[in-house]
């Protein structure tokens, strides 16, 4: 979807009118309601959502014209008179016990529908979520597992002063690098976990939203209905972040996701294999490596600025005594994290050679000079 | 010279100056100081939302950076619900509570001085963080939202500014609330029985009650906060055996009765406006106290409805959705009363009574997403998104806020002894009514189409909606300077109040003069 300026200003005051109810019909439903679900569960909660919704209509029509009658009619200036009536037990006992009776009604249906989300059991397929603030990691628990975040001309564009007119990215702030990839028709178990702060996982269409939490594993499941992309987001607040750490589910049938799975099996073996390797390698290599993974996967750019010069209250990398100082000092950095800040251990987020390569940049760039670091190095603190 | 003397000499004696104000024992002056400090309090948290709807005007970061974004979230709910709508309240308290039983003044005196004092310093702590960085973009305030979650908050550099202001704002609440039921309990004019107090006397004695009770909770939480990051605990650090979770459950525990803390006292002074415009008395007396305290009583009872998303075992969800829908019934007693004092009444519609009407209006719209909410499997989607602000805005703006609007509208004319201008009154309803609306009502929208809340930037989807929410947001900021132009013009003069100010006025305050004499009540009136 693309806006240009001037159309979302006629857009907003056409919207505005049809909520004041002057203008039609204009909208989708799914604009002014929940994203179209694509399951079974979804739709329950959908029915739900709406059940609920008619009841407080109801109510609030009945309320609503009472008072709505009394201001018109028992108005002073029309000559009414006022009554003594304040007091009635059997009006009183009517009005406590029908919406308890109401309440009952709406509880049964909410009851079975929730222990139908609550029911993890029978999955065939598992993941393990682990958020970080901010992004997200999947492993298929088949030596498959990688890191997703916000794509790169995404949070480009969505920094101060960035200059890109972001109304005319398509899918703004709803993209990723590596998307999740999932099998339609089968129950896929996630297993939620944090390794900084609280976070939540949420896909609108898939309608299960779950914390992920340190020192916790927390349970959802979904299972896909069609083939397609669906976009979600974190909804819990972890830092500066928060709104830039999308969740982004590709949907393939059976033998899409085979064949994908397939690759990403044989290119993680071979990555492994690489890091693995005792090999020497020189800086240009190193400092090539680190940037991509400082401006990418990694994520350090967020924090300490496209130039290592700091962004907000976050410390800045060029001239900084820890890239400058002692190499050991600055891969324990890297590798453990500082602790009660929001500086994370990358050592589960980055093999030997990516965390020798960032640290190399960081290292020979934006005038620091300090020694290289070798994954050997890595290897050795870990 | 008699004892006795000595006595009364002191009594007449009102130091003027600054010295007034920062020695008083007298709870008019004091009210007066709470309501003025909210009102700046209202100011700079709006201030704060204004800058949260401008940087949300368009998709993309035009205006301030995230981390700044979330600080102003934080820093405006902080202050909103501590430093205006609370001590708005209490300042309500103070003036009205000895004025409603036939009391001279509030029972303990100095306390009521002390409580007072406190806030300026608290409110100061809260924010100076803000000012500590090298620009003022890199400020350092607090930016983990008000609900200040661990371990989020356990990350913050100046935790303990937020921590100690946190204790000072719950000393001075339990003071506060300490008073206000020695007050009630002790100071009613012989034959004020306590099933003939009026309806805001009632629910302030409830409020003071769910204060004591949990602020003790919240400082409980904040000093754990406080030795988790200086001295070593693990009371919600996973790593050290901690649980994160805990710190939602304590939290809660104290936020739950809060909310409600923040909207009894708004019911009682609209169950006073409303009989008096009416010009009937308040239908179902008895059972407006009874659903005040079962509601009261039920907030303790449904706290982790706020986390049905943690991870709890079914049952534990199960429990906690059914005893949140419950609140609903004795929330509807309170509906259906109101709307039925208004039945076959005789009705006019001063600014006082367009605030009341307002506020049974669109409080009963955000007690219906608040039964929407409750329901647990539902709550997966609402959960963290636009539609919670939408909800917990039309409970604490349009319940919470209109009531205390109304409220000093309704009492104004008592404590200056001047009419404040009507047209202008008018004006600022309607104004606040519209912007309030455009502001809050289209949040549903975004929420449900799957907004998240506490985002610094939103996908294009939500472009229009969003768009007319800042509108909105700044016609609601700029009407309340029409409220503080109107009660400046009010003290200042005026057409003189009656003693009875209302045609419909009841209850003991409207038998003084007006304005108030410096001592409510120097002999207690008789009741029958």
């Keep these: 979807m693309s806006f240009k300026h001037n159309k979302i200003m006629t857009k907003g005051l056409v919207l505005m009118s049809l909520w004041l109810g002057a203008a039609g019909q204009s909208l989708a439903e799914y604009n002014l309601n929940f994203q ?97 603030q ?49 099998p339609i028709n089968k129950k896929v178990r996630f297993l939620l976990t944090s390794d900084d702060v609280i976070h939540s996982f949420w896909v609108p269409q898939f309608a299960m939203k779950k914390d992920a939490i340190p020192g916790y594993v927390n349970e959802t499941w979904t299972t896909i209905d069609k083939e397609g992309v669906y976009r979600g987001q974190c909804t819990e607040l972890c830092g500066q972040d928060h709104a830039f750490m999308p969740i982004v589910v590709n949907a393939k049938n059976e033998n899409d996701y085979n064949a994908w799975m397939d690759k990403q099996k044989t290119a993680a073996a071979a990555s492994a294999a690489e890091a693995a390797a005792d090999k020497v390698w020189s800086e240009a290599d190193l400092v090539a490596r680190g940037e991509a993974i400082y401006k990418g996967k990694g994520g350090c750019f967020g924090c300490h600025g496209a130039n290592g010069e700091g962004v907000a209250i976050f410390p800045k990398l060029a001239g900084s005594p820890v890239a400058n100082g002692p190499a050991d000092k600055h891969i324990d950095v890297v590798l453990n994290g500082v602790a009660g800040s929001a500086m994370a251990a990358y050592s589960g987020q980055l093999n030997d050679l990516e965390i020798a390569a960032v640290i190399t940049y960081e290292r020979k760039s934006w ?16 | 010279m008699s004892e006795t003397m000595t006595h009364d000499a002191h009594h007449d004696e009102h130091p003027s100056g600054i010295k007034r104000w920062l020695f008083t024992t007298n709870h008019k002056d004091i009210g007066t100081l709470y309501l003025w400090f909210s009102f700046i309090m209202f100011l700079l948290g709006g201030t704060m939302a204004l800058v949260i709807r401008a940087e949300l005007f368009q998709p993309g970061i035009q205006i301030v950076d995230p981390n700044f974004f979330n600080m102003m979230t934080t820093l405006h709910g902080l202050i909103m619900v501590f430093g205006a709508i609370m ?46 960085g090298g620009d003022f973009m890199s400020g350092q305030g607090p930016a983990f939202g008000w609900t200040f979650y661990e371990p989020l908050s356990g990350q913050y550099d100046k935790l303990a500014f937020f921590v100690f202001a946190v204790h000072l704002l719950g000393f001075s609440s339990i003071m506060g609330s300490i008073n206000i039921i020695a007050t009630i309990l002790n100071m009613r004019a012989p034959g004020l029985t306590l099933m003939k107090m009026p309806m805001f006397v009632w629910t302030w004695l409830i409020t003071a009650f769910l204060l004591i009770a949990v602020m003790p909770v919240l400082a409980g939480a904040v000093t754990m906060m406080l030795t988790d990051k200086y001295f070593g605990t693990s009371f919600f650090d996973a790593a050290g055996g901690g649980d994160p979770v805990l710190f939602q459950h304590i939290f809660w525990f104290f936020g739950h009765p809060e909310v409600y803390i923040m909207i009894l006292p708004a019911f009682g002074v609209i169950s006073e406006i409303i009989p008096t415009f009416a010009r009937k008395k308040l239908f179902g007396y008895a059972s407006m106290v009874y659903a005040t305290a079962s509601i009261a009583f039920l907030s303790f009872i449904v706290w982790a409805h706020h986390m049905f998303t943690v991870g709890m075992p079914v049952a534990g969800e199960l429990y906690f959705m059914y005893a949140t829908v419950m609140i609903a019934v004795p929330t509807a007693v309170k509906v259906f009363n109101w709307a039925t004092t208004m039945w076959r009444g005789s009705m006019t519609f001063e600014t006082p009574m367009l605030w009341a009407i307002g506020t049974v209006f669109l409080f009963t719209i955000g007690g219906f997403t608040g039964l929407m909410l409750g329901v647990a499997p539902a709550d997966f989607q609402y959960h963290d998104t636009y539609f919670v602000v939408a909800h917990f805005h039309y409970v604490l703006v349009s319940g919470a806020l209109f009531g205390i609007i109304g409220g000093v509208m309704y009492w ?26 455009l502001t809050f009502f289209p949040m549903h929208f975004t929420g449900l189409a799957g907004m998240p809340r506490r985002y610094a930037d939103y996908p294009l989807q939500f472009a229009e909606f969003n768009q007319m929410s800042s509108i909105g947001a700044f016609i609601f900021g700029f009407s309340q300077l029409i409220l503080l132009y109107l009660v400046i013009k009010c003290i200042k003069g005026g057409e003189k109040a009656t003693d009875k100010v209302w045609e419909g006025s009841h209850g003991l305050e409207w038998t003084l003069p007006s304005p108030a004499p410096y001592h409510s009540f120097e002999t207690a009136p008789e009741i029958k």
């Excluded at chain 1, 990691?137 to 975040?149: C, H, L, P």
């Excluded at chain 2, 300042?91 to 009391?103: E, F, R, S, T």
């Excluded at chain 2, 009507?422 to 606040?432: A, D, P």
């Design chain 1, 134 to 182: 901010w992004k997200w990691k999947y492993d298929y628990g088949n030596g498959v597992s990688f890191i997703s975040s916000l794509h790169p001309d995404h949070n480009k564009a969505r920094r101060r002063n960035s200059g890109v007119d972001v109304t005319k990215i398509e899918n703004y702030l709803l993209e990723v690098d590596n998307q999740l990839v999932l």
């Design chain 2, 412 to 437: 104004l004319p008592k404590w200056t002894g001047n009419m404040y201008s009507e047209g202008l009154g008018k004006l600022h309803f309607w104004l606040t009514m519209i912007g309030m609306n």
């Design chain 2, 87 to 132: 001590p708005a309240f209490v300042g309500l308290a103070n003036w009205q509570v000895p004025m409603m039983i036939g009391a001279p003044d509030m029972a303990l005196p100095r306390m009521n001085n002390w409580s007072f004092w406190i806030l300026p310093f608290a409110a100061t702590m809260l924010v100076a963080p803000m000012f500590m």
């Design chain 1, 367 to 382: 005038g620091n000079n300090a020694s290289i670091v070798q994954p050997a190095d890595v290897k050795a603190a870990r």
């Design chain 1, 36 to 132: 179209e679900p694509v399951n079974d569960v979804g739709r329950e909660i959908y029915d739900l959502h709406m059940l609920v919704f008619w009841i407080c209509v109801v109510v609030g029509i009945g309320v609503f014209s009472m008072m709505i009658y009394s201001i018109i009619m028992h108005r002073k200036s029309k000559g009414a008179v006022s009554t003594d009536f304040h007091e009635s037990a059997k009006v009183e006992v009517v009005w406590t016990i029908v919406p308890f009776i109401i309440l009952i009604a709406v509880a049964i249906p909410a009851t079975s529908t929730l222990i139908k989300i609550e029911d993890t059991s029978n999955a065939d397929l598992t993941i393990k979520v682990t958020a970080l």
